[in-house]
């Protein structure tokens, strides 16, 4: 079991993907000079969703380039459970295979426990990204008013980077075409 890391506002654990996507050391450049050309990070929030997937597809067709990292980051209850721990680690690791494939980017993955938007906005605060990109839960306007919305928090509270919403997949899949 690998260790449960504990910051002052939330905890986390480490995903560690496979072996077939390397793994290469950051740079200690500072932003602005030449790790630009190195690729950017960008934070990937993701869950079980479809409109997760959507917007992750989404970001590798139109924001990814050569030599960027993804960062993506799984917010659940408890990161405790191993459960919960072994199935966030098989998507992550799903999706750290199709962004190489398709992108050929390195990917790193966290699943941190705690309120999904604070925790998303702390990891961008500690990766200090080109862009959090997420997808929306697929709420009406009223259901979000009353209930919150991730995307929402983290649009208002994610002060380190630009936030990306992508809409979900039932706005048409016509944004992930190739032009």
């Known amino acids: 079991m690998e260790t449960v890391m504990e910051d002052e506002e939330y905890t986390y654990r480490d995903v560690f993907l496979p072996t077939l996507i390397p793994r290469i050391p950051a740079p200690g450049l500072e932003r602005g000079t030449v790790e630009r050309r ?33 960062y993506l980051v799984h917010a659940v209850s408890s990161v405790r459970s191993e459960i919960v721990y072994e199935a966030s680690q098989a998507l992550m690791e799903k999706l750290s295979v199709e962004a190489f494939q398709i ?33 929306t839960r697929g709420r009406s306007l009223i259901q979000s008013v009353f209930q919150g919305s991730v995307s929402d928090y983290c649009v208002h509270n994610c002060k380190s980077a630009p936030v990306i919403i992508v809409p979900g997949k039932e706005a048409g899949d016509g944004s992930l075409t190739w032009n």
């Not at 990070?41 to 380039?65: E, M």
């Not at 980017?105 to 990109?133: F, H, L, N, Q, Y």
């Open 38 to 70: 190195r690729g950017r990070d960008i934070v990937i929030a993701i869950d079980h969703g479809p409109n997760s997937k959507h917007a992750f597809d989404w970001a590798l067709i139109h924001l990814v380039r050569l030599a960027d990292t993804l």
């Open 103 to 135: 992108a050929m980017v390195r990917t790193m993955a966290r699943i941190v426990s705690g309120d999904a938007g604070k925790v998303i906005c702390k990891e961008a605060e500690r990766v200090k990204p080109a862009a959090v990109v997420m997808g």
